[in-house]
């Protein structure tokens, strides 16, 4: 059972476009979305987190926007350069499990095209 | 300050053979982290590490894979009689246990089996 589904797997955008990353996640016992970006090579590394009592945060060119009762949430970069060019996965977690095991979506490869 | 650290970054072995994946956690970070990417199927987790309890190893796959976590710090995943199906990207995190658990990702051990 995928519990946090993520879609697109490949995304192709123009510099200084939108890219735009979709998840959908299943359990409502989850309270913690982080992003996270991957360089090839590279370990995961945090971007931009979010926490349900908020619908949406923004760090710089990097927005979360989050429905609660639709259980999704989704990456906004706004501006994309092609440095953005890397696998980003979506991930969730529960503060109130024994473990806050991050569950990850599969990925997207974003390719930022000059 | 030093990051995530593991040793190898790659490694090679025979199917059949047993091998040792070393991982060492930002320093006074309590909980780490396993976690296992493989292409096409994201990160997956392993097993998790808190302080002197006893670990969760609801993610091992099967009784080939074990763990252990020394004083607290660093961490060895043992892969014992090595499948071809264990080739890939193990990744190992840590983070402070409060209420956000940021956890930090080092930059992974490549194990291809042959």
């Known amino acids: 059972q995928q519990q946090v589904k993520q879609s697109p797997q490949s995304l192709i955008v123009q510099k200084g476009g939108i890219s735009i990353i979709n998840c959908a996640y299943e359990?409502?016992?989850?309270?913690?979305f982080p992003w996270y970006q991957q360089f090839p090579g590279k370990g995961p590394a945090l971007l931009i987190a979010i926490r349900p009592d908020v619908s949406e945060k923004k760090e710089g060119r990097f927005t979360i926007s989050f429905n609660k009762s639709a259980k999704q949430f989704s990456l906004h970069i706004m501006d994309s350069q092609p440095g953005d060019s890397a696998t980003y996965f979506c991930a969730a977690s529960n503060s109130g499990g024994s473990n806050y095991k991050l569950t990850f979506g599969k990925g997207t490869l974003l390719t930022v095209n000059p | 300050g030093a990051g995530v650290s593991q040793s190898p970054s790659n490694k090679v072995t025979e199917k059949g053979k047993d091998v040792e994946l070393r991982c060492d956690p930002i320093?006074?970070?309590?909980?780490l982290y396993w976690y296992r990417q493989s292409l096409g199927q994201g990160l997956e987790f392993l097993i998790y590490f808190q302080g002197n309890s006893a670990p969760d190893k609801s993610g091992l796959p099967s009784d080939r894979f074990s763990a252990e976590r020394t004083g607290g710090s660093v961490s060895t995943l043992t892969i014992q009689r090595t499948q071809q199906e264990d080739s890939a990207v193990y990744l190992c995190a840590s983070s402070i246990r409060d209420t956000y658990n940021e956890q930090f990702f080092g930059p992974g051990t490549r194990l291809t089996v042959l």
């Open positions: 359990n409502t016992a989850f309270d913690y």
């Open positions: 320093s006074g970070h309590t909980a």
